[in-house]
């Protein structure tokens, strides 16, 4: 009898519980112990916020490690990914809301001056193909952070430096680009799944500012000081930028990298996937288990699972894709519709949410054994067909 065969385990993270590689060791133990003789191989993935640094590093890329400055403007500790001259750089190691300082949030000050460092020093280290992953943020400052450490003035109408934060974009008067390094060589590669302009009811600070602790009178601050800013940048750099698909991720540090650094854009887990060179993984895998801390509608909007299973079809056709996740609200209707054979979920084995989040590693180590039971055992795919969302 052929053996089990060898299951490409390719999570995000399960966000305030474990990271992606974390969670691919869990499933990994747990199918091992289930079916002796599975060939587990593990491809951590994100979708270009949070866990995309740890994903390349898990691909084989070196981390580098460096200070910079956080969100509040205290040093942080932030890491980028190189492999010879490609660096991948998450924009939340140096400005996400788990960098703020005691956790408090800063909707008006937060800058993203660290994201800039971690570009010197990629650039500095040999970079010329950069991965910026956008999400997860603590600014609204439209990437003006980025520029300044990049070597950019913005100054007021007295000729004084304009502080950090998206409230102060207001005062900008003026921008010197006389400091401004030559990056002509270096390609800049956005990965981020949104596509909000900067500006207006669908962009940074109307769509993203509350969740970043704005008020109702936060977002008209931050909405006027974007606005200058805009002027201000398009005044030198060319119109247009401001209403691109994509200006207002990362509270408008989608804009300045398009704007100063002629970056592209593409879906945040389509980069991933081609990071980690997931086509060749999954070629001739028994089998695909993904997964991420909530199954929902944002799922099928471009998130990590859904971006598998699509990269998976297009591989690897025969190949089944399952998902394990903290819980899931999608039917299985939906799921399979996304490519999505069925749904595994800690909540079918412990229903207390923070106990689950607490012990959600023990927790896919059993569930792996459902999935082996369903999946990697003589009959397990006639099973689990006519049973698509197991729960």
């Not at 805009?230 to 704007?259: H, K, Q, S, W, Y």
């Not at 991420?292 to 859904?306: F, H, N, V, Y």
Request: glycine share 14%; net charge neutral; charged share 15%.
């Amino acid at each position: 009898m052929p053996g089990p065969g060898r299951v490409v385990i390719a999570p995000d993270k399960f966000k305030g519980s474990l990271s992606a590689p974390e969670v691919a060791a869990h499933l990994a133990r747990g199918l091992a112990a289930a079916v002796p003789g599975v060939r587990a191989d593990p491809v951590p993935v994100a979708d270009g916020g949070d866990g995309t640094v740890d994903a390349a590093v898990a691909a084989g890329y070196r981390r580098v490690e460096l200070r910079v400055s956080g969100p509040g403007g205290d040093p942080v500790t932030a890491a980028f990914a190189l492999s010879g001259d490609v660096a991948v750089i998450e924009a939340a190691q140096a400005c996400g809301l788990s960098r703020l300082p005691g956790g408090g949030l800063r909707p008006l000050t937060a800058t993203s001056y660290g994201v800039g460092e971690l570009i010197a020093a990629a650039v500095h280290a040999g970079a010329r193909h950069i991965v910026l992953g956008l999400g997860g943020s603590a600014t609204t400052d439209g990437g003006a952070g980025l520029v300044t450490a990049l070597g950019a003035r913005l100054l007021d109408a007295a000729g004084r430096p304009v502080p950090p934060g998206g409230a102060a974009l207001s005062t900008v008067r003026d921008l010197r680009l006389d400091g401004w390094p030559d990056l002509s060589g270096v390609d800049v590669l956005l990965a981020s799944d949104v596509d909000n302009p900067l500006l207006g009811p669908d962009g940074a600070a109307a769509v993203y500012g509350p969740q970043k602790g704005a008020s109702a009178a936060d977002i008209a601050v931050l909405e006027a000081g974007l606005a200058r800013w805009a002027d201000a940048v398009e005044a030198e750099r060319g119109a247009g930028f401001r209403d691109r698909p994509g200006a207002g991720a990362a509270g408008g540090l989608g804009f300045a990298a398009l704007a100063f650094l002629g970056a592209r854009m593409r879906p945040g887990i389509e980069v991933v996937l081609e990071l980690v060179s997931f086509r060749a993984r999954v070629a001739g895998a028994a089998l695909v288990v993904t997964g991420e801390g909530s199954l929902d509608a944002q799922t099928l909007r471009g998130k990590a699972p859904a971006g598998v299973a699509r990269a998976t079809a297009a591989a690897s056709p025969q190949t089944p894709v399952i998902a394990v996740a903290g819980a899931c609200s999608l039917a299985a209707a939906a799921l399979a519709r996304a490519g999505i054979a069925g749904a595994y979920t800690l909540a079918s084995l412990e229903p207390d949410v923070t106990a689950s989040m607490a012990n959600a590693g023990p927790l896919l180590e059993k569930l792996a054994a459902r999935v082996a039971a369903d999946w990697l055992r003589p009959g397990g795919l006639t099973a689990a067909a006519a049973r698509p969302n197991p729960g």
